[in-house]
Structures are given as C-alpha cells and as structure tokens.
C-alpha cells in the first residue's frame, strides 16, 4: 500500500501543472497555447500522466473572457478554438463554453485599442464544425475540423461556422440560415463556393433510402437550390468519393439575369475514371481497398489481375460458395490469395449496393505499400475505361 502512494505522490505534482505558454502575436492578440497535465486511467486502475493543450487569448496584454448567453451567465477564459484567417484587420475566431453542449463563437477584433467581441453563432449540442468554403483544399478531415483547437487559415476567408452560420473573413459579416436548417446536408465537409461569395454547395441527402443531391445554400436570399446527382454519368457511388474536384469536373458556376452566380450541370462532361476508395481501419490493422458498385464478375476479374500482376497464388476455398457469390446469393463471400508468402484477400459484399475490397487478413505479413500497389494495379487498369461494364454505374440504391 505505501508504494502505491509514493507512486501516486509522485504523479500528483502533474495532475495540476501547466507549463509556461507558447505565445503567438496576431496584430493586438496574443494567442497563448498551454499544455497542463492530468491523471488518466482512474477507471482502469493504471494511473498515468497525460497533457492537453488548451489556449486563452490576451488582447493587449488583457486576457479575454467572454460569457455564453446573458450577461448573468459564466464567463469563459478558455477557447475551445481558436481560428485565424485572412482579413483586412487583424481578428480571430473563437468559441467558448461547454464543447458537447452549449457554445458561443465569437467575432474578436480592436476598435481604436479597445476590444470588440460580436457573437456570431450560437451552439447547441456540440458541432463546432468549422470549414472552408472558397479554398477547399485547406480543410482537413471532417472529425478534424470538428475537433482542432487552434485551425489557421492561410488564403480561405469564407467559412461554414457551425451548423447554421457562413462567415465572410473579407467584410467580418456573419450571415444566419435562419430557412436553410436541413440536417440532411452535414453528411460530409461543403463542397464549395460560388465566385461571387454568396453560395457555397454541401451533399445533402434526398431521402432514406440512399439518393443524394446537391444543395446549394444561397446564404445571401438565406434559400436552396437542389441540383440531382446522375450516379451513372457522374460515376457516384459514396458520399466520401464527392469531393471539391468532383464537383469542378461535374459542375461550373455560370451567371443570372441578375448577375448572380449559379451551380448549373456541365453537358460535356468525360467521365473520371472508376478508382478504388481506401478504407482505413484500426490502427494496428493495414486500410483497404474498395469498389463499388460493381457487378459480381468484378469479383473474377480482379482475381485474375492479382494473378497476373503479382503472380497471387490462390489458397483453397469453396468452390459452392463462390458460385453463389457470383449469382448474386450471398451477402459476403471472401477468397484468400499468397504474394511472395503473404495473404491477400478479395471480399465479394453488399452495402449500398454490391462492392469489392482488397484487403490483409488479420496476422498476414503484407505490408502498406504492396497493398497499395495491388489496388494501383487494378486503379491502373481501370483508367483506360475497358472495363466500365464490371460496374453497375446505374443502380439506385
């Protein structure tokens, strides 16, 4: 028992240190990152010593706290995030409050050496989201501009603040969609936006049973415009292979009688290419690879290009099974192959329609790179569009 306590004694001094801050100067501001440490592993028994990273701003040497509602609530000297960006004056972005709860972001920016702090977009229930709409390319993952403490954006000025709420970095103006509230648009981070700043597009979903569309969000007239998706001649099959280049190649944004900017569907459009989609897994586990939606002989084919390619040796499975597979009476059907000793598998499957994945089983000695360069293979081999009959371009699911 005694050892257990100098051992605790000895993690204790961490639980409430804080190191001394990393400062960073934004005109007036000084955005300050702190890392404090804690003790974890209470409920498994096994104390141990973590840090987290959380950041106050000061403005003019004065640290800021702002309030979540009335002037009677609590007043917040920790921002759950921080968000820089290109503007005429120096201002940040930041959120304070409960992060899974109720939130407040707020515009900061000095007027004449005094501060001035504007709510721009109140949170209920977490999502504190934020994304570029005008450089796609700046935003990371989705779980990531969820949860990023400090996001710094070097050329986007138009942002998605939250769910319900576009930020124009250029003029500081925030506008609410107050009409445009759709649950069914937050699938996946927006898409883009119109030249003239005053739309931007998301995927949204157009029913349950797996159809999509396009909205686009007229934040200025606070409206939407729903634009279909034609799965087979825009080659769509899951919501993550939509992405800021898909829509450049399906769509161009073209002028009003009025001047404003509209999304309107190319004519002319040549296909992308059938291409796999990497899934990643656990940490310990290799991704893999898929294609969809595809017909069953896909299944064979790429069999055969395993076989050719990378000399894949085929391990025994059953004969039976596979034949169903094929016929379409099965829901999962896998086969295992060797490559220089290794297993390989390919999975025959259903899930929003019929899919194949190439994948590592568990324990196989394969390793990333010859995984990737199996399914580079096959992407390959799909680039010169002789094998567009192996997938089932049409199906709606």
Known sequence: MRSWWRGLAALLPMAASAQAAEVERIGPFDVEAKQSGYLAGWNEGRLRRETTTYHQVRHRGRRVALPTSGSGSAWHD????VISFPASEPALLVNVGD????????????ADGVLRSEPIAAISGGGLQVAALDVADENLARDAM???RRLRFERASLLAVGDYTVFDGRTLQAYPLNRVQERSAYLALPLGAAPDRGSFVRLGAADDAGRYHLQE??????????HPIDRARMRFARPPLIDAAWLVHHFRWQPDAHGRMRLTARDDVVPIPYRSERRDADADRLPSYEWSPVTTDFFLWAASRLEQAFAAAAEPFDESAQRVALAG????????????GAEVSLSLGKSEGRYVALSAPWGSKLDAAQLERMAGAI???LATGQFDELFDGGTER
């Open 78 to 81: 920790v921002m759950n995030r």
């Open 99 to 110: 992060p899974n709860n109720d939130s407040v972001f707020y515009l900061l920016r000095d």
């Open 146 to 148: 969820q949860t990023t």
């Open 217 to 226: 969000v007229d934040f200025l007239e606070d409206r939407i415009r729903y």
């Open 329 to 340: 009476g099965s829901d999962y059907f896998r086969r295992d192959w060797r490559v220089d």
């Open 379 to 381: 992407d390959a081999a």
